[in-house]
Structures are given as C-alpha cells and as structure tokens.
C-alpha cells in the first residue's frame, strides 16, 4: 500500500533549489563575496564599495532613465513580480480556486503546474511561463483566462502556447490610459525645434511622449475600422508643421476613402489622390523624384540627403493601403506594388519614406510588408495580426493588440517594439479633431501662429 507521508523538509528544500537555481546560487555567490571582502579589507572598505554600487545604481536611475529603464529596470521588475505577485503559496491558492490543479490519484496531493519564468517588460504587463501538469491542455486554461484575470485582479488574461506542456500567461494588469483622448501636441512655431528623428506622436505608458523617426523610415500601422489609425496620420504632420510651411517636408497622400479622411486638411499636401488611377500615378510620380533625387545625390558625391527646400523630405502617405496593393485591378495592382518596392528599398538614403495604414496585414493584402521598418499595431481583429505586424513573438511577450476593445476610450491605443530590445511599449496616439488639422492647415498655409504655440 503507498504511503501518505511527504517527502522531509530538507529533501523539500533540497527539491526546491533545483527547480529554483538562481534565488539560491546567486544570493549564496553574493553572500560569499560579502564575507571575503570584509575578511580582506574590513568592513568599513566593503562598505564603501557597496555604498559605491547603491550610488551607482541609483545615479544610473536618475541620470539616464532610457539606459536604465530598458536594461534594468524589467529584470529587477521581473524579480519582484515572481516572488511578490506570483509567490507559491499564492499562485497555489489561485490555480486550486480556478481548478486548474491535478490531483495524485494514489496519495492525493495536489499537483500544481509550476511557473518556469516571469517577464515583466513593461509596468502594465507581465508574461509567465507555465509548465502545465500531465493531462492538461493549453485550452484549459484559455478557457479559464476570465476567472484567472479576476484571480490575479488583472484586466485581462490571454494564454499562448509556447511548446509541449508549457503555456505563456499573458497578464495585462491595468489599463495605463484613461478614457480620455491625449490632446494633440502644441504647434510648435519655428523650424529648428523640430527634430525629425523624434517627432511627438503621443504618451507611452510610461508617461513619457512617444516620439517616431521619420528619416530613413518607412511607417506600417494596422489596426481595424475604429482603431484609431487616423491620429497617426496628422499627428505626424502636425509635429512637422514649420517643416510643412518651409517645405522641408512635402507630404503625398493617397486616401482611397474617396477623400473623406483628409478632405479637412487638403491643402497641406503636396498631391493627393482620391482614386484609383489618381493614386497609380502619385505613386509613379514620386518614384521618378525618387530617382531625380538619387542623381542629384551621386552628381554631389552624397550617400544621404540632408532635409531642406531644395532637397525636402517626401512623404508618401496611403491611407487603406491594401485598396492599394491588393482590392484594385490587378494588373494595375502589381505595377503599383513594383514602384513601392523600388521606393522602399532605395527611398530611405535619398529622403524618400512611406507610411501605410491598413485594417488587414497579411501577406496576401501587403505583399510588402516586411519592407516597412517601424510598425504600430492598434486594435486588430485576431491574434495571428499582431505578429503579422509586429514580427513573431511579439503578443506572446504581451503584445495584446487583439484584445484591446474597439471602441472610442481606447481609440489610438496600440503596441510597438521598443527601441532597443524586442519588448512590446504600449502607447498612445494624440487625438485630432476637425479644428485641430484646420488650425494645423492655416499655421502651414498662412504662416498664422497658433494661439496655443509653444513659447
């Protein structure tokens, strides 16, 4: 007959440090510095070196929040989420309450599915790797995430599967963002305070204004009807604006919605299309300035341009781009797909950018996808388009764009991979209304100073 008794304390113990190597071999390796350090020097030099690296740390954390907040900041926010939110005898409680446990048919014990790692690379979210029991299945838990996200008094709970018997728990903790729009930024008035490798589009939700590149860049935003996708197209133009009224910056856009998104802020751009065939030769026009620029370029001996009136950024903005590149007649549609590829893949040195804005990213709806180098993905439709925008990986390391809600509160609410590393930064677009682009377009026209100007 087997026995009921458990296993003793040390062999308990023993079992845990195995599975737990880190919180033992680390803080034991500290430890043992610690105390040949004060045998060495004594114990005021091992307090000053230590008072030194508290210091250190502590200057690093005040001096340069960038650095610190991408390198340290999610390992030490990590470490604190798997022994404080997600401690054994917690994480216990909670998986036996949402029966989500097996039990050992012979003794009876309670066999709870053990958590491998914790990732914590933003404030709101965190990624758990959990080694499921023999039996269960990933939608078990998928079936469960509801009464898992009010367990762990979290928003919302999203399971991925990561390989045989072990499932991400993708843990959204709070909304960062209010249900109030972000305003849009105050017009800035004289041409050198713009920076256009950080031009504002919105917050982070660190708090922190989300600035986007528009050198050497080509911008892919997906997100479905209602999503939000339209802030991102003025706010844009409207951290340019002295840019626009110098004409450093010229702007196209194609908006195959007959007209109806940019109709209120026409006269900011340089040609506009509102059909089809219209769209096709903005396309093929500005690849030739493309290739005017490229000869002007090598006849100055020049590998890249510099932004001014004589040689000013282009942009060519596509609104719905898939009635571009996919929904139109196709032999059309394939020459059109051409030139954005030649503008894509050479456009980038001379001053030539792109930026799409699209409900479906597929391959079958973007063939050229992969060309875009930054990407926003606002609220879409199914899991599979986040890493269809976003690149793989990326929901499961809490990218949860398909589960923010369509509606106006989270309107401009997305995701983008973090500069620097591969951790989604959730974010959001500053909201234009109807008077902010006419402010916009008189300030670019007329040279009016904004009442709201920045000082």
Not at 210 to 236: E, I, M, N, R, Y
């Amino acid at each position: 007959m087997p026995t009921t008794r458990k296993p003793a304390l040390e062999w308990r113990a023993l079992k845990w440090s195995c599975q737990h190597p880190g919180m033992v071999t680390v803080p034991a390796a500290l430890a043992a510095c610690v105390t040949k350090s004060v045998l060495d020097f004594g114990l005021p030099t091992t307090g000053g070196v230590l008072g030194g690296a508290v210091l250190g740390l502590a200057g690093w954390y005040r001096g340069h929040p960038d650095s610190f907040d991408t390198v340290a900041l999610p390992r030490l926010r990590s470490l604190h989420r798997r022994w404080w939110s997600y401690v054994g005898g917690r994480w216990s409680d909670i998986l036996l309450d949402c029966e989500l446990v097996s039990f050992n048919r012979r003794t009876g014990d309670v066999i709870v599915p053990r958590i491998l790692e914790v990732r914590a690379a933003s404030p709101s979210i965190d990624t758990i790797h959990v080694r499921i029991n023999r039996g269960q299945t990933p939608s078990m838990f998928e079936d469960k995430a509801d009464a898992l996200a009010h367990a762990l008094l979290a928003e919302r709970v999203a399971v991925v599967k990561v390989k045989p018997q072990v499932v991400a728990l993708v843990i959204e903790r709070e909304n960062p963002f209010n249900a109030d729009a972000i305003p849009p930024i105050d017009l800035p008035y004289d041409a050198d305070e713009i920076d256009l490798s950080a031009i504002e589009l919105g917050d982070t939700e660190y708090g922190q204004p989300w600035t986007q590149s528009f050198v050497g860049q080509h911008l892919f935003v997906a997100g479905a009807t209602g999503s939000g996708k339209g802030s991102l197209l003025w706010s844009p133009l409207r951290g340019m604006a002295p840019l626009l009224r110098d004409g450093v910056v010229k702007p196209d856009v194609i908006d195959l919605k007959e007209g109806m998104e940019t109709e209120v802020g026409a006269d900011l751009f340089h040609r506009r299309a509102t059909d089809w065939d219209t769209a096709a030769e903005i396309v093929e026009a500005f690849r030739d300035e493309l290739k005017e620029r490229q000869a002007l370029l090598r006849g100055e001996r020049k590998r890249k341009f510099s932004p001014s009136a004589e040689t000013p950024l282009r942009l060519l903005m596509i609104d719905e781009l898939g009635m571009l590149t996919a929904y139109g007649p196709s032999a059309e549609v394939r020459s059109v797909l051409k030139l954005l590829a030649e503008i894509m893949t050479q456009g980038r040195a001379a001053g030539f950018g792109v930026c799409g804005y699209v409900q479906e990213p597929t391959k079958d709806t973007v063939p050229i996808r992969e060309l875009f180098t930054a990407r926003v993905c606002l609220s879409v439709t199914s899991q599979s388009q986040v890493d269809m925008t976003l690149g793989d990986g990326m929901r499961l390391r809490g990218a949860l764009a398909d589960e923010i809600p369509l509606d106006p509160a989270h309107a401009g609410i997305g995701f983008v991979a973090e500069q620097g590393s591969r951790s989604p930064l959730r974010v959001r677009a500053s909201y234009q209304s109807d008077e902010d682009i006419r402010e916009l377009v008189d300030f670019v026209t007329k040279g009016r100073r904004p009442l709201r100007s920045v000082a």
